[in-house]
């Protein structure tokens, strides 16, 4: 999969193969919904949002310019779209749930002690506030550069640098102390 390979999907899709569409549907689908289930927190709400996400960049694909990836121009659109959905669905929602699928660690280690570490980060990870699960989501999970970060959540790069060095020492500070 390259950026060149997407240019040509939203060509074949404007010049009226809407199938082809259905190529960046299947390649987007996971890092949309990851997007949205961190800000979202309820999977069929998640699922609802995701899908909207999609509908909204078919229906501007025609305003996709190409000056950045077509990744972070819908991930920009998963971004809007669920912070959009939160505040007009949900205001009052403060509370913060478990994301069971919140999967951070790849190694192989059995131990318990090291079990143990992943659960509670998974757990300290699930309490972020959800703007801060979407940088750490984005960064880690999705490998994604600050200068994309940026554009997608609509901070400055010095931001997203600033607020994620300030997530990772809450982290390890609240793992130090447990």
Partial sequence: MTVYD?????????????????????????LVFSIVARLVRQKQD????????????????????????FSTWICRIAYTTAVSYIRR??????GVEILNDYDICTADDESNLYEKRVQQLQ???????PEDAVLVSLH?????TMDEIASIVGLSVANVKVRLYRIRKRLYEELKSE
């Fill in 140 to 144: 880690y999970q999705h490998d994604k």
């Fill in 89 to 94: 669905k949900r205001p009052d929602r403060a």
């Fill in 6 to 30: 997407d240019i040509i999907y939203v060509r074949r899709t404007l010049a009226g193969e809407t199938e082809a569409f259905s190529v960046l549907v299947e390649r987007y689908q996971s």
């Fill in 46 to 69: 998640a699922e609802d949002v995701a899908q909207d996400v999609f509908v909204k960049a078919y229906s501007s694909l025609k305003g996709f310019r190409g000056d950045a990836r």
């Fill in 123 to 129: 757990r300290l990870l699930a309490q972020l506030p």
